[in-house]
């Protein structure tokens, strides 16, 4: 039966299903087709048909198997003929579906009564796809008497093939020769016919033989599932989804403060293999509390944020880059945003981090070995199939959703394919991307809107900032909910956190208060502080505690002579030079007041301090100031902040790519004068004089040009336009039956001809 080319039902496409097309199998758009020809040689190719077919259903992909049976990439064929060859319960509603769907990615083309496929689909078929295409030369022969009388290792040769692909590659089959002077298996099989030589390197097992071969004792077809999976899933109240999508973005946030804080203090090294140690992971997961698991996705996105990057000095290490301090100084939300926006487009799995390879290799966090560039594509299709359900919604066991992407896509996603799906689900939990098995509001608005978007839906999830805490009488406070930046600093500058959550629990002690007078605070200051933010009265405990520390802090001075030391009372200089620790310190009596060393200041303070002084640092000025290290920051590589995921085009992206298929159609289609050519005559700029006058003439004329040239890429077309003006190495034209002006370049202009009236 003969029937419509890919070529003509392409053409016959509107421009909306065209760009549909595009959108779905992006491979065609790149680099732009010259015209809809183009585009079908495309959509026919053995590695864009198989690209095509990973997004195939189980249902789809049966029926796309039964009209391989059919032979439907030889000749079109009626839908009537490929219900024989599918599983039991398959409807005609669900088959005409299913060729709908390979019809949108132009798999198949045609009528109902003339379904055809590329030739490539043949190998793109599943391992059960059915049987090869008939050989002429064993019509009426008796297959199963040949294949009884087989050497073995010929029949293994056809038993493999008739258990998988019909399809198989192999060196032995240059040239087909007689069967006696055939040497090996494949050779011999070619010789007897039994195999079909279709290039140098690839034999097929005809539809006869594969057929006998099944009705030998051997496993019976695979069964399909005609129908998806059943999702369960549970009512949840949107707010409660939404809250608790924001108390994990609040932990998030402060475990990767802590992450930096803990990496400026103390880098670690890069592996020479690259990556993070094991000791080191550990040590971080103790610090933020963590799983090991839970670690990895965070240094993951941290790292794919650029608020940690490798130094690649001569002994590199994780440091934190200048990029964390704008990110620190960020409101909640915003930093939240960051996070979960570089964990979306983060080409690599995490869940891997811990794992061994096939050489029992362990997979550091990190490393090149975690790089999966189709990591982001994998996980946006979790996340799309959680907000195909209704709002509320929430999975009951994400075992059950990996079943559906399963069915959905049984070719995509590899040996990984369920992990992933659980990996991301839990990976969108601890991000709050995902909260309770639902998709939450900022979740789903960053997948539809961007970063921008989700940090806006985050801040109105995030309970409103608070601007006092509770002070009780154990000398802990209370923050009652998220603090004000200026407030938080304040307390975190006070006290240490001694647990978090909704409410978050800080200690203060003598430790925590001098680190606060270190910082140039006064006792003033502390007692100002909890007096007017505390909700609770003050324990006059922790006004002892203030007034003790305060009383012996700065009562010793410091200074650089490179160092010097002193002191109001004589006595307490005496104490110190009379220490054991002043040897170390090279501490030398210069007054009464005063002692000198050649050592840094902070080295001295820290050892005095250790030793149960409590020394303080001073300006030029005399007021006390704060010598803790800053941390260490390294520059932000740029190409971190670079985006490594491609987005697909817009829609109006892919509406001028489908018009520029269209004029590349109707040029394809004109019949032409003579051509000339921008590289004729004497020379380029001779050329370049023809092509000018030619425009000019049909420009007065009225006359429509067939026009090729090369853009700036390097990408050919072909355009038919109706020349209005040229000048200034410009010419401008309209396409016949459009208003709209188009401007070419002349220098682009390789060659150009007048259309000739039908």
Same mark, same amino acid.
């Given at each position: ?429 601890? +991000?709050? =991307? $995902? &909260?309770? @098995?639902? %998709?939450?509001?900022?979740?789903? !608005? /960053?997948?539809? #809107?961007? *970063? ?22 154990? +000398?802990? =406070? $209370? &923050?009652? @909910?998220? %603090?004000?930046?200026?407030?938080? !600093? /304040?307390?975190? #500058?006070? *006290? ?26 006064? &006792? ?235």
């Amino acid at each position: 039966m003969s029937g419509t080319t890919l070529t003509d039902w392409l053409r016959a496409r509107d421009d909306e299903e065209l760009a549909a097309l595009l959108r779905a199998r992006p491979d065609l758009a790149t680099p732009r087709p010259a015209d809809t020809s183009v585009l079908a040689t495309r959509a026919g190719t053995r590695a864009s048909v198989a690209r095509a077919a990973e997004g195939l259903d189980t249902l789809t992909l049966a029926v796309l198997d039964a009209l391989l049976a059919a032979d439907a990439d030889r000749a079109p064929v009626p839908l009537s003929r490929v219900v024989g060859h599918l599983p039991p319960g398959v409807t005609a509603e669900q088959v005409g579906g299913a060729v709908a769907k390979m019809r949108a990615v132009a798999l198949a083309w045609g009528p109902d009564d003339a379904v055809a496929l590329p030739p490539a689909a043949r190998e793109a078929g599943s391992p059960a796809a059915g049987l090869g295409r008939p050989a002429p030369g064993l019509d009426g022969v008796d297959v199963a008497g040949l294949l009884a009388g087989l050497p073995d290792d010929e029949r293994k040769v056809l038993d493999t093939l008739a258990a998988s692909r019909p399809i198989g590659r192999t060196k032995d089959a240059a040239v087909v020769l007689p069967l006696d002077k055939a040497v090996t298996p494949i050779q011999r099989l070619l010789a007897r016919g039994l195999l079909v030589r279709l290039d140098a390197e690839t034999v097929e097992l005809p539809g006869q033989v594969g057929a006998a071969l099944r009705g030998t004792p051997a496993p019976p077809p695979r069964t399909v599932s005609v129908t998806e999976p059943a999702l369960r899933t549970s009512t949840r109240k949107v707010a409660l989804i939404d809250s608790t999508a924001a108390g994990a973005a609040l932990e998030l946030v402060r475990h990767t403060e802590t992450l930096i804080r803990l990496w400026s203090a103390d880098p670690p090294p890069v592996l020479k293999s690259g990556g993070l140690g094991v000791r080191d992971l550990k040590k971080v997961a103790k610090a933020v509390e963590l799983s090991d698991r839970d670690t990895t996705v965070l240094v993951e996105v941290a790292v794919a944020a650029s608020l940690v990057a490798d130094s690649e000095t001569t002994s590199p290490e994780w440091a934190p880059t200048t990029h964390a301090d704008l990110w620190l100084a960020a409101a909640p939300a915003n930093r939240w945003a960051t996070l979960a926006a570089a964990w979306l487009d983060l080409p690599r799995v995490p869940g891997l981090g811990g794992m061994r390879d096939p050489k029992d290799r362990l997979l550091a966090p990190l490393s090149d070995e975690l790089r999966r560039p189709v990591a982001p594509v994998e996980r946006s299709r979790v996340l799309a199939a959680l907000a195909e359900l209704r709002t509320g919604a929430a999975v009951v066991d994400a075992d059950e959703l990996a079943a559906l992407l399963a069915w959905r896509a049984p070719r995509r996603g590899g040996r990984l394919r369920d992990d992933m799906v659980r990996w991301t689900v839990a990976e969108a939990t601890l +991000l709050g =991307v $995902v &909260a309770l @098995g639902a %998709l939450s509001g900022p979740g789903r !608005a /960053l997948l539809d #809107e961007g *970063a921008q978007a989700a940090a806006r839906r985050m801040a109105d999830a995030l309970p409103e900032p608070v601007d006092h805490v509770l002070v009780q009488a154990d +000398l802990t =406070v $209370v &923050a009652p @909910g998220p %603090l004000e930046p200026h407030l938080a !600093a /304040l307390i975190t #500058e006070t *006290a240490d956190v001694e647990s978090a959550g909704s409410a978050t629990v800080y200690r203060v002690s003598e430790t925590s208060v001098r680190r606060a007078l270190d910082a140039g605070r006064t &006792a003033e200051d502390l007692h100002e502080l909890f007096r007017t933010r505390s909700r609770t009265p003050v324990p006059q405990s922790l006004d002892y505690l203030i007034d003790d520390v305060a009383r012996r802090h700065g009562r010793l001075r410091g200074g650089s002579t490179t160092s010097f030391l002193r002191c109001d009372d004589p006595a307490l200089i005496a104490e110190v030079a009379a220490s054991p620790v002043a040897a170390g310190l090279q501490l030398r009596k210069i007054a009464p007041t005063v002692l000198v060393s050649p050592l840094p200041l902070l080295d001295i303070l820290d050892d005095l301090r250790a030793a149960g002084f409590a020394p303080a640092a001073e300006g030029a000025d005399g007021q006390v100031v704060d010598l803790r290290p800053t941390g260490r920051r390294i520059q932000t590589p740029a190409r971190a902040l670079r985006r490594t995921v491609a987005r697909t085009p817009g829609a109006d992206q892919l509406l001028d790519v489908v018009a520029a298929m269209r004029a590349g159609d109707r040029a394809a289609d004109s019949r032409r004068g003579r051509t000339v050519s921008s590289r004729s005559g004497s020379g380029t700029g001779a050329g370049t004089a023809e092509t000018l006058a030619l425009l000019q003439n049909a420009a007065r004329a009225g006359r429509a040009v067939w026009i090729g040239l090369v853009d700036a890429h390097g990408v050919a077309s072909q355009h038919v336009v109706e020349p209005i003006r040229t000048g200034g190495g410009i010419v401008e034209g309209r396409d016949p039956g459009s208003a709209e002006i188009r401007r070419f370049p002349l220098h682009r202009i390789t060659s150009a001809a007048l259309v000739e009236d039908s």
